[in-house]
Protein backbone atom coordinates (compact mmCIF):
# COMPACT_ATOMS: atom_id res chain seq x y z
CA UNK A 1 0.00 0.00 0.00
CA UNK A 2 1.53 3.73 -0.85
CA UNK A 3 -0.10 6.13 0.64
CA UNK A 4 -1.41 8.87 -2.57
CA UNK A 5 0.54 12.06 -0.52
CA UNK A 6 4.09 10.05 -0.75
CA UNK A 7 4.00 8.54 -4.13
CA UNK A 8 2.69 12.27 -5.57
CA UNK A 9 6.26 13.91 -3.61
CA UNK A 10 7.91 11.04 -5.27
CA UNK A 11 6.44 12.17 -8.68
CA UNK A 12 6.74 15.90 -8.27
CA UNK A 13 10.86 14.91 -8.03
CA UNK A 14 11.07 13.17 -11.58
CA UNK A 15 8.09 14.35 -13.22
CA UNK A 16 7.18 17.67 -13.77
CA UNK A 17 3.63 18.38 -11.75
CA UNK A 18 3.88 14.36 -10.77
CA UNK A 19 2.22 13.76 -14.03
CA UNK A 20 2.34 13.23 -17.72
CA UNK A 21 -0.69 15.46 -18.80
CA UNK A 22 -1.56 18.21 -17.14
CA UNK A 23 -5.47 17.25 -15.85
CA UNK A 24 -4.20 14.34 -13.87
CA UNK A 25 -2.85 16.90 -11.21
CA UNK A 26 -6.16 17.84 -9.91
CA UNK A 27 -5.12 21.70 -9.97
CA UNK A 28 -8.59 23.05 -10.63
CA UNK A 29 -10.33 20.46 -7.97
CA UNK A 30 -7.41 20.81 -5.67
CA UNK A 31 -5.90 17.52 -3.29
CA UNK A 32 -3.80 15.04 -4.08
CA UNK A 33 -4.43 13.04 -7.34
CA UNK A 34 -5.20 9.27 -6.22
CA UNK A 35 -2.44 6.74 -8.12
CA UNK A 36 -4.18 3.82 -9.77
CA UNK A 37 -2.75 0.49 -9.23
CA UNK A 38 -5.17 -1.84 -11.16
CA UNK A 39 -8.84 -1.37 -12.66
CA UNK A 40 -11.36 -3.91 -13.87
CA UNK A 41 -14.26 -3.52 -15.55
CA UNK A 42 -16.21 -0.17 -14.27
CA UNK A 43 -14.21 -0.02 -11.12
CA UNK A 44 -10.51 1.54 -10.77
CA UNK A 45 -7.94 0.67 -7.35
CA UNK A 46 -5.88 3.19 -6.55
CA UNK A 47 -2.39 2.75 -4.48
CA UNK A 48 -3.86 2.77 -0.99
CA UNK A 49 -6.08 0.29 -2.35
CA UNK A 50 -9.48 2.28 -2.11
CA UNK A 51 -11.99 1.56 -5.13
CA UNK A 52 -13.66 4.19 -7.36
CA UNK A 53 -16.48 3.69 -10.07
CA UNK A 54 -14.64 5.00 -13.07
CA UNK A 55 -16.30 7.88 -14.91
CA UNK A 56 -13.30 9.35 -16.80
CA UNK A 57 -12.61 6.03 -18.85
CA UNK A 58 -9.08 7.10 -19.30
CA UNK A 59 -11.04 10.10 -21.47
CA UNK A 60 -12.90 7.55 -23.69
CA UNK A 61 -10.76 4.39 -24.97
CA UNK A 62 -12.23 1.79 -22.17
CA UNK A 63 -15.77 2.05 -23.43
CA UNK A 64 -15.55 -1.92 -23.22
CA UNK A 65 -14.46 -1.61 -18.99
CA UNK A 66 -11.29 -2.20 -17.64
CA UNK A 67 -8.48 -5.14 -18.58
CA UNK A 68 -11.61 -6.54 -20.46
CA UNK A 69 -10.87 -10.29 -21.07
CA UNK A 70 -10.74 -10.57 -24.98
CA UNK A 71 -8.84 -7.14 -24.90
CA UNK A 72 -6.20 -8.28 -22.50
CA UNK A 73 -5.42 -12.01 -24.58
CA UNK A 74 -5.53 -10.12 -27.78
CA UNK A 75 -2.45 -7.36 -26.25
CA UNK A 76 -1.03 -10.48 -24.62
CA UNK A 77 -1.05 -12.52 -27.32
CA UNK A 78 0.68 -10.08 -29.71
CA UNK A 79 3.12 -8.88 -27.17
CA UNK A 80 4.27 -12.24 -26.88
CA UNK A 81 5.11 -11.76 -30.78
CA UNK A 82 6.98 -9.04 -30.16
CA UNK A 83 6.42 -5.49 -29.49
CA UNK A 84 6.91 -3.18 -32.44
CA UNK A 85 8.68 -3.99 -35.85
CA UNK A 86 8.88 -0.95 -37.63
CA UNK A 87 7.48 -2.52 -40.98
CA UNK A 88 3.81 -2.94 -42.04
CA UNK A 89 1.67 -5.63 -40.14
CA UNK A 90 -1.54 -7.29 -40.77
CA UNK A 91 -3.05 -5.85 -38.00
CA UNK A 92 -2.84 -2.52 -39.57
CA UNK A 93 -4.74 -4.07 -42.39
CA UNK A 94 -7.67 -5.39 -40.19
CA UNK A 95 -8.04 -2.28 -38.19
CA UNK A 96 -8.26 0.16 -41.14
CA UNK A 97 -10.51 -2.13 -43.10
CA UNK A 98 -12.89 -2.05 -40.01
CA UNK A 99 -12.67 1.65 -39.58
CA UNK A 100 -13.53 2.20 -43.28
CA UNK A 101 -16.48 -0.25 -42.60
CA UNK A 102 -18.07 1.94 -40.34
CA UNK A 103 -17.52 5.10 -41.90
CA UNK A 104 -18.22 5.81 -45.61
CA UNK A 105 -16.76 9.29 -45.98
CA UNK A 106 -13.26 7.54 -45.35
CA UNK A 107 -11.47 5.62 -48.12
CA UNK A 108 -7.73 5.55 -46.98
CA UNK A 109 -6.26 5.85 -43.61
CA UNK A 110 -3.18 6.57 -41.87
CA UNK A 111 -2.20 5.18 -38.50
CA UNK A 112 -0.65 7.56 -35.73
CA UNK A 113 0.00 7.14 -32.05
CA UNK A 114 -1.95 9.59 -30.65
CA UNK A 115 -5.10 12.33 -31.55
CA UNK A 116 -2.58 14.94 -31.24
CA UNK A 117 -0.77 13.53 -34.44
CA UNK A 118 -3.76 13.04 -36.06
CA UNK A 119 -4.82 16.58 -35.99
CA UNK A 120 -1.48 17.86 -36.98
CA UNK A 121 -1.45 15.77 -39.71
CA UNK A 122 -4.64 16.31 -40.67
CA UNK A 123 -4.04 20.04 -41.03
CA UNK A 124 -0.45 19.88 -42.30
CA UNK A 125 -2.10 17.33 -45.48
CA UNK A 126 -5.21 20.32 -45.78
CA UNK A 127 -2.22 23.02 -46.24
CA UNK A 128 -1.07 21.27 -48.61
CA UNK A 129 -3.38 19.98 -50.28
CA UNK A 130 -4.67 23.81 -50.41
CA UNK A 131 -1.43 25.89 -50.73
CA UNK A 132 -3.77 27.87 -47.81
CA UNK A 133 -1.91 28.59 -44.91
CA UNK A 134 -4.59 29.66 -41.99
CA UNK A 135 -6.86 27.10 -40.65
CA UNK A 136 -10.04 28.06 -38.65
CA UNK A 137 -11.07 26.24 -35.22
CA UNK A 138 -13.61 27.08 -32.35
CA UNK A 139 -12.79 28.24 -29.14
CA UNK A 140 -12.82 25.49 -26.55
CA UNK A 141 -12.41 23.17 -28.66
CA UNK A 142 -9.02 21.20 -28.17
CA UNK A 143 -7.83 19.16 -30.76
CA UNK A 144 -4.49 17.60 -28.92
CA UNK A 145 -1.41 20.22 -27.97
CA UNK A 146 -0.08 20.65 -31.64
CA UNK A 147 1.21 24.71 -32.02
CA UNK A 148 -1.53 25.56 -34.25
CA UNK A 149 -4.59 24.36 -32.86
CA UNK A 150 -3.48 25.39 -28.84
CA UNK A 151 -5.26 28.61 -29.15
CA UNK A 152 -8.43 29.12 -27.30
CA UNK A 153 -8.22 25.12 -26.86
CA UNK A 154 -10.39 23.43 -24.02
CA UNK A 155 -9.58 20.47 -21.59
CA UNK A 156 -6.70 21.08 -20.17
CA UNK A 157 -5.40 24.21 -21.52
CA UNK A 158 -8.55 25.60 -20.34
CA UNK A 159 -8.33 23.81 -17.31
CA UNK A 160 -5.83 25.63 -16.10
CA UNK A 161 -7.23 29.34 -17.59
CA UNK A 162 -4.15 29.06 -20.38
CA UNK A 163 -6.01 28.46 -24.01
CA UNK A 164 -3.39 30.28 -25.72
CA UNK A 165 -0.04 28.42 -24.44
CA UNK A 166 3.17 30.94 -24.70
CA UNK A 167 5.74 29.29 -26.64
CA UNK A 168 3.52 29.24 -29.77
CA UNK A 169 5.04 31.41 -32.37
CA UNK A 170 3.16 34.75 -33.80
CA UNK A 171 2.84 33.37 -36.98
CA UNK A 172 1.67 29.86 -35.61
CA UNK A 173 -1.31 31.75 -33.66
CA UNK A 174 -2.08 34.48 -36.42
CA UNK A 175 -2.61 31.30 -39.01
CA UNK A 176 -5.54 29.96 -36.75
CA UNK A 177 -8.44 31.73 -37.10
CA UNK A 178 -10.71 31.37 -33.76
CA UNK A 179 -14.48 31.17 -34.23
CA UNK A 180 -17.41 30.92 -31.64
CA UNK A 181 -19.00 27.09 -31.64
CA UNK A 182 -22.48 27.08 -33.39
CA UNK A 183 -22.08 30.26 -35.09
CA UNK A 184 -22.56 30.32 -38.75
CA UNK A 185 -22.16 34.02 -38.43
CA UNK A 186 -18.72 34.44 -37.16
CA UNK A 187 -17.68 31.74 -39.55
CA UNK A 188 -19.00 33.88 -42.13
CA UNK A 189 -17.34 36.74 -41.15
CA UNK A 190 -14.05 34.73 -41.25
CA UNK A 191 -14.22 33.68 -44.61
CA UNK A 192 -15.62 37.22 -45.81
CA UNK A 193 -12.35 38.53 -44.33
CA UNK A 194 -10.03 35.42 -45.13
CA UNK A 195 -11.82 32.88 -47.49
CA UNK A 196 -9.27 32.68 -49.73
CA UNK A 197 -6.33 31.74 -47.45
CA UNK A 198 -8.27 29.29 -45.24
CA UNK A 199 -6.90 25.83 -45.63
CA UNK A 200 -9.43 23.84 -43.12
CA UNK A 201 -12.02 24.54 -40.62
CA UNK A 202 -11.62 21.90 -37.75
CA UNK A 203 -14.36 21.21 -35.43
CA UNK A 204 -15.21 18.71 -32.64
CA UNK A 205 -18.50 17.92 -34.04
CA UNK A 206 -19.74 17.46 -30.30
CA UNK A 207 -16.90 19.67 -28.75
CA UNK A 208 -16.46 17.35 -25.60
CA UNK A 209 -13.30 19.26 -24.11
CA UNK A 210 -15.81 22.10 -22.18
CA UNK A 211 -17.81 20.19 -21.26
CA UNK A 212 -20.63 18.28 -23.94
CA UNK A 213 -21.63 20.58 -26.17
CA UNK A 214 -24.08 19.67 -29.00
CA UNK A 215 -23.94 21.25 -32.43
CA UNK A 216 -26.95 23.35 -32.92
CA UNK A 217 -29.41 22.02 -35.48
CA UNK A 218 -28.22 23.06 -38.97
CA UNK A 219 -24.16 23.96 -37.57
CA UNK A 220 -22.57 21.00 -38.93
CA UNK A 221 -24.26 21.04 -42.29
CA UNK A 222 -23.82 24.84 -42.99
CA UNK A 223 -19.65 23.77 -41.88
CA UNK A 224 -20.06 21.82 -44.59
CA UNK A 225 -21.61 24.16 -46.89
CA UNK A 226 -19.40 27.19 -46.85
CA UNK A 227 -16.30 25.11 -46.87
CA UNK A 228 -17.31 23.15 -50.12
CA UNK A 229 -17.96 27.07 -51.39
CA UNK A 230 -15.16 28.55 -50.58
CA UNK A 231 -12.77 25.48 -51.26
CA UNK A 232 -11.52 24.88 -47.53
CA UNK A 233 -11.56 21.08 -46.24
CA UNK A 234 -13.86 20.43 -43.75
CA UNK A 235 -12.34 18.28 -40.41
CA UNK A 236 -13.93 16.93 -38.19
CA UNK A 237 -12.05 15.84 -34.96
CA UNK A 238 -14.25 12.73 -33.76
CA UNK A 239 -10.78 11.51 -31.64
CA UNK A 240 -13.87 11.22 -28.48
CA UNK A 241 -16.90 10.59 -30.34
CA UNK A 242 -15.53 7.94 -33.14
CA UNK A 243 -17.16 4.70 -31.73
CA UNK A 244 -18.89 6.61 -28.97
CA UNK A 245 -21.95 6.03 -31.00
CA UNK A 246 -23.64 2.51 -32.29
CA UNK A 247 -23.61 4.38 -35.70
CA UNK A 248 -19.62 4.51 -35.42
CA UNK A 249 -19.48 8.85 -35.73
CA UNK A 250 -21.18 12.10 -35.51
CA UNK A 251 -21.06 12.19 -38.90
CA UNK A 252 -22.78 8.77 -39.62
CA UNK A 253 -25.68 10.28 -36.99
CA UNK A 254 -25.90 13.77 -39.01
CA UNK A 255 -25.38 12.75 -42.39
CA UNK A 256 -22.49 15.25 -43.20
CA UNK A 257 -19.41 13.52 -44.50
CA UNK A 258 -16.46 15.57 -43.66
CA UNK A 259 -13.06 15.98 -45.73
CA UNK A 260 -10.75 14.90 -43.31
CA UNK A 261 -12.08 12.72 -39.88
CA UNK A 262 -9.59 12.86 -36.86
CA UNK A 263 -9.95 9.38 -34.41
CA UNK A 264 -8.56 8.32 -31.79
CA UNK A 265 -9.20 6.82 -28.35
CA UNK A 266 -11.45 3.79 -28.64
CA UNK A 267 -9.47 2.79 -31.67
CA UNK A 268 -6.97 1.86 -29.94
CA UNK A 269 -8.87 0.12 -26.94
CA UNK A 270 -6.70 1.98 -24.31
CA UNK A 271 -3.22 1.72 -26.01
CA UNK A 272 -1.53 4.99 -27.96
CA UNK A 273 -3.23 5.05 -31.08
CA UNK A 274 -4.14 7.67 -33.47
CA UNK A 275 -5.70 7.40 -36.86
CA UNK A 276 -6.48 10.29 -40.04
CA UNK A 277 -8.80 9.51 -42.89
CA UNK A 278 -10.70 10.28 -46.13
CA UNK A 279 -11.12 10.26 -49.55
CA UNK A 280 -8.40 8.48 -51.66
CA UNK A 281 -7.68 11.84 -53.75
CA UNK A 282 -7.12 13.92 -50.73
CA UNK A 283 -4.94 11.13 -48.64
CA UNK A 284 -2.89 9.79 -51.48
CA UNK A 285 -1.40 13.48 -51.17
CA UNK A 286 0.34 12.00 -48.21
CA UNK A 287 3.63 10.10 -48.55
CA UNK A 288 5.02 7.95 -49.76
CA UNK A 289 2.42 8.51 -52.32
CA UNK A 290 2.01 12.07 -52.01
CA UNK A 291 4.86 14.90 -51.50
CA UNK A 292 3.09 15.89 -47.74
CA UNK A 293 5.35 14.21 -45.27
CA UNK A 294 4.12 12.44 -42.06
CA UNK A 295 6.03 9.58 -40.19
CA UNK A 296 5.72 7.56 -36.75
CA UNK A 297 8.51 5.03 -35.53
CA UNK A 298 5.59 3.42 -33.60
CA UNK A 299 2.40 4.04 -36.04
CA UNK A 300 0.53 1.27 -36.57
CA UNK A 301 1.94 -0.46 -33.55
CA UNK A 302 0.81 -4.35 -33.17
CA UNK A 303 -0.14 -3.72 -29.56
CA UNK A 304 -2.18 -0.88 -30.70
CA UNK A 305 -4.13 -2.42 -33.24
CA UNK A 306 -4.30 -5.86 -31.76
CA UNK A 307 -6.15 -3.77 -28.69
CA UNK A 308 -8.40 -1.49 -31.45
CA UNK A 309 -9.66 -4.56 -33.52
CA UNK A 310 -10.70 -6.39 -30.32
CA UNK A 311 -12.13 -3.42 -28.60
CA UNK A 312 -14.11 -2.56 -31.86
CA UNK A 313 -15.13 -6.62 -32.06
CA UNK A 314 -16.65 -6.44 -28.51
CA UNK A 315 -18.57 -3.30 -29.88
CA UNK A 316 -21.69 -5.46 -30.41
CA UNK A 317 -24.79 -4.04 -30.55
CA UNK A 318 -25.51 -5.77 -27.20
CA UNK A 319 -22.47 -3.94 -25.79
CA UNK A 320 -24.07 -0.50 -27.19
CA UNK A 321 -27.14 -1.81 -25.79
CA UNK A 322 -25.51 -1.65 -22.45
CA UNK A 323 -23.71 1.53 -23.01
CA UNK A 324 -27.35 3.33 -23.87
CA UNK A 325 -28.97 1.47 -20.55
CA UNK A 326 -25.85 2.98 -18.51
CA UNK A 327 -25.57 6.30 -19.65
CA UNK A 328 -29.17 7.56 -19.81
CA UNK A 329 -30.12 5.86 -16.13
CA UNK A 330 -26.99 7.93 -15.24
CA UNK A 331 -28.58 11.07 -17.42
CA UNK A 332 -32.01 10.22 -15.41
CA UNK A 333 -30.69 9.55 -11.81
CA UNK A 334 -28.39 12.59 -11.66
CA UNK A 335 -31.62 15.07 -13.34
CA UNK A 336 -34.00 13.34 -10.54
CA UNK A 337 -31.47 13.70 -7.83
CA UNK A 338 -29.96 17.20 -8.69
CA UNK A 339 -34.18 18.53 -9.10
CA UNK A 340 -35.06 16.89 -5.35
CA UNK A 341 -31.50 18.58 -3.97
CA UNK A 342 -32.92 21.91 -5.77
CA UNK A 343 -29.90 22.61 -7.97
CA UNK A 344 -29.87 23.38 -11.46
CA UNK A 345 -27.72 21.10 -13.32
CA UNK A 346 -28.34 20.48 -17.00
CA UNK A 347 -27.43 17.57 -18.84
CA UNK A 348 -25.78 16.62 -22.42
CA UNK A 349 -25.36 13.01 -23.63
CA UNK A 350 -24.16 11.43 -27.11
CA UNK A 351 -24.56 7.93 -26.45
CA UNK A 352 -22.44 6.98 -23.56
CA UNK A 353 -20.40 10.06 -23.10
CA UNK A 354 -22.07 13.02 -20.99
CA UNK A 355 -21.39 16.40 -19.77
CA UNK A 356 -23.32 18.00 -16.66
CA UNK A 357 -23.76 22.12 -16.31
CA UNK A 358 -24.58 23.77 -12.88
CA UNK A 359 -26.70 25.86 -14.94
CA UNK A 360 -30.57 25.94 -16.18
CA UNK A 361 -30.12 25.11 -19.73
CA UNK A 362 -26.91 23.31 -21.83
CA UNK A 363 -24.49 25.75 -22.69
CA UNK A 364 -23.85 26.59 -26.73
CA UNK A 365 -20.37 27.77 -26.91
CA UNK A 366 -17.44 28.92 -24.51
CA UNK A 367 -18.41 31.84 -23.53
CA UNK A 368 -21.69 30.34 -21.55
CA UNK A 369 -20.03 27.48 -20.93
CA UNK A 370 -17.98 29.82 -18.83
CA UNK A 371 -20.84 31.56 -17.54
CA UNK A 372 -22.65 28.77 -15.54
CA UNK A 373 -21.25 27.89 -12.07
CA UNK A 374 -18.48 25.96 -12.80
CA UNK A 375 -17.05 27.04 -8.93
CA UNK A 376 -19.44 24.15 -7.81
CA UNK A 377 -17.20 21.62 -9.78
CA UNK A 378 -14.82 20.51 -7.00
CA UNK A 379 -17.39 20.18 -4.22
CA UNK A 380 -19.38 17.65 -6.86
CA UNK A 381 -15.37 16.28 -7.74
CA UNK A 382 -15.03 15.85 -4.13
CA UNK A 383 -18.31 14.96 -2.52
CA UNK A 384 -18.50 12.10 -5.17
CA UNK A 385 -14.57 10.92 -4.93
CA UNK A 386 -14.78 10.52 -1.16
CA UNK A 387 -18.31 8.57 -1.77
CA UNK A 388 -16.30 5.95 -4.45
CA UNK A 389 -17.49 7.72 -7.58
CA UNK A 390 -14.36 9.03 -9.86
CA UNK A 391 -15.27 11.78 -12.43
CA UNK A 392 -13.19 14.34 -14.01
CA UNK A 393 -10.50 16.40 -12.08
CA UNK A 394 -11.90 18.92 -14.21
CA UNK A 395 -14.97 21.10 -14.98
CA UNK A 396 -14.22 21.63 -18.49
CA UNK A 397 -13.97 17.62 -19.65
CA UNK A 398 -16.88 14.58 -19.96
CA UNK A 399 -18.34 12.34 -18.54
CA UNK A 400 -17.68 8.40 -19.69
CA UNK A 401 -19.66 5.58 -18.90
CA UNK A 402 -18.38 1.54 -20.12
CA UNK A 403 -20.04 -1.45 -20.87
CA UNK A 404 -19.24 -2.75 -17.52
CA UNK A 405 -21.47 0.05 -15.97
CA UNK A 406 -24.35 -1.86 -14.66
CA UNK A 407 -27.17 -0.77 -13.06
CA UNK A 408 -25.75 -1.12 -9.34
CA UNK A 409 -22.78 0.91 -10.22
CA UNK A 410 -24.72 3.28 -11.70
CA UNK A 411 -27.69 3.41 -9.18
CA UNK A 412 -24.74 3.65 -6.15
CA UNK A 413 -23.49 6.64 -7.83
CA UNK A 414 -27.01 8.35 -8.05
CA UNK A 415 -27.58 7.27 -4.24
CA UNK A 416 -24.11 9.40 -3.80
CA UNK A 417 -24.70 12.48 -6.02
CA UNK A 418 -28.68 13.06 -3.20
CA UNK A 419 -26.03 13.97 -0.93
CA UNK A 420 -23.30 15.95 -2.51
CA UNK A 421 -26.03 17.80 -4.47
CA UNK A 422 -28.06 18.80 -1.32
CA UNK A 423 -24.61 20.23 -0.42
CA UNK A 424 -24.05 22.27 -3.26
CA UNK A 425 -27.59 23.45 -3.30
CA UNK A 426 -27.30 24.42 0.48
CA UNK A 427 -24.14 26.32 -0.90
CA UNK A 428 -26.00 28.84 -3.32
P1 LIG B 1 -4.24 12.84 -27.52
O1 LIG B 1 -3.06 13.50 -28.20
O2 LIG B 1 -4.36 13.24 -26.06
O3 LIG B 1 -4.30 11.32 -27.74
O4 LIG B 1 -5.57 13.37 -28.26
C1 LIG B 1 -5.77 14.76 -28.38
C2 LIG B 1 -7.24 15.04 -28.58
C3 LIG B 1 -7.69 15.36 -29.84
N1 LIG B 1 -8.99 15.62 -30.08
C4 LIG B 1 -9.89 15.57 -29.07
C5 LIG B 1 -11.33 15.88 -29.37
C6 LIG B 1 -9.49 15.24 -27.75
O5 LIG B 1 -10.41 15.22 -26.75
C7 LIG B 1 -8.14 14.96 -27.49
C8 LIG B 1 -7.63 14.61 -26.11
N2 LIG B 1 -8.61 14.57 -25.07
C9 LIG B 1 -8.09 14.89 -23.75
C10 LIG B 1 -9.26 14.89 -22.76
N3 LIG B 1 -10.35 15.72 -23.16
C11 LIG B 1 -7.01 13.95 -23.33
C12 LIG B 1 -6.74 13.90 -21.85
C13 LIG B 1 -5.51 14.67 -21.48
O6 LIG B 1 -5.16 15.65 -22.18
O7 LIG B 1 -4.88 14.28 -20.48
Not at 289 to 313: C, D, E, R, W
Request: proline share 5%.
Amino acid sequence: MIKREEIYARACGSLVGGVDSPVRAWKSVGGTPIFIDSAAGAVLRDTEGAEYRDYVSSWGPMILGHASPDVVRAVSEAAARSSSYGAPCVGEVELAEMIKGRFPSIDLIRFVSSGTEATMTALRLARGCTGRDRIVKFAGNYHGHNDGLLVSAGSGALTHGVPTSPGITAASARDTIVARFNSMDSVRRIFEESGGEIAAVIVEPWAGNMGLVPPAPGFLEGLREITRERGALLIFDEVITGFRVPEGGVQNVVGVAPDITCLGKIIGGGLPVGALGGRAGLMERLSPIGPVYQAGTLSGNPLAMASGIATLKSLTESAYDRLERAASRLERGFKSAAGRAGLPIAISRLGSVLGMFFSESVPSDLESVQATRGDLYPGFFHGMLERGDYFAPSAFEAMFVSAAHTDEIIDATVANSEAVFAKLANSL
